[in-house]
Structure formats: structure tokens, C-alpha cells
Nanobody, 115 residues
Framework: QVQLVESGGGLVQPGGSLRLSCVAS????????MNWYRQAPGKERELVAS????????NYAVPVMRRFTISRDNAKNTLYLQMNSLQPEDTAVYYC????????WGQGTQVTVSS
């Protein structure tokens, strides 16, 4: 049974940082391209960042480029998202999932950027 458990969100002031984690189980994580997504209130879920199965090739959506860093630890079946210089428009629920056909979504982790 696939499980995706996101954590690390919270309330942060503009300009602050957070590090999100996603612990995966039930599939071969080390052979799976993984993505971070986010969904802001009233908006559709959008792709934020992607990383190859070996961690060597990250890709980012334009709004987060040079501020967010995606990484992974295949030994721990864990995906990370380091978020720096956070802005109010980054406020959303953040989710992880595989690239392509999505697994059942986890509960996500809420990120709120506000002064």
C-alpha cells in the first residue's frame, strides 16, 4: 500500500524559510521520479519541482526558481523541499507524488506565509 506523508509546513514571515519532508512507502522510491506540488485556496494543484530518481536532475516551476531546492535521500525513502525567501503567494498546501500517474494523495502540509 502506497503511503506519502508530508510534513514540515507552518507559519512563516515573508522572507523566511521552511524545509518540507515527504516519507514514501509501498513502492520503489529509488526508481521513481518524484514531484512536489502545491494547491492554494481556490486554485488548482500545480507542479512546483521535480527530481530524477537518482537525484541528479532537478526541475523547477518559474515562480520558485532560485528560491526552492528539491532533493531526496533514497536510503531513507524521503523527498525534501527547501524553501527560502518565502512570499505570501507561496501560501498553499504542499504535496509530494510521483511523476506521471499519481498515487493516492497524502494529506499534504500547510505552508502559510504572512506577517
Amino acid at each position: 500500500q502506497v503511503q506519502l506523508v508530508e510534513s514540515g509546513g507552518g507559519l512563516v514571515q515573508p522572507g523566511g524559510s521552511l524545509r518540507l519532508s515527504c516519507v514514501a512507502s509501498g513502492f520503489t522510491f529509488s526508481r521513481t521520479i518524484m514531484n512536489w506540488y502545491r494547491q492554494a485556496p481556490g486554485k488548482e494543484r500545480e507542479l512546483v519541482a521535480s527530481i530524477s530518481d537518482d537525484g541528479g536532475i532537478p526541475n523547477y516551476a518559474v515562480p520558485v526558481m532560485r528560491r526552492f531546492t528539491i532533493s531526496r535521500d533514497n536510503a531513507k525513502n524521503t523527498l525534501y523541499l527547501q524553501m527560502n525567501s518565502l512570499q505570501p503567494e507561496d501560501t498553499a498546501v504542499y504535496y509530494c507524488n510521483r511523476n506521471g500517474a499519481a498515487f493516492t494523495w497524502g494529506q499534504g502540509t500547510q505552508v502559510t506565509v504572512s506577517s
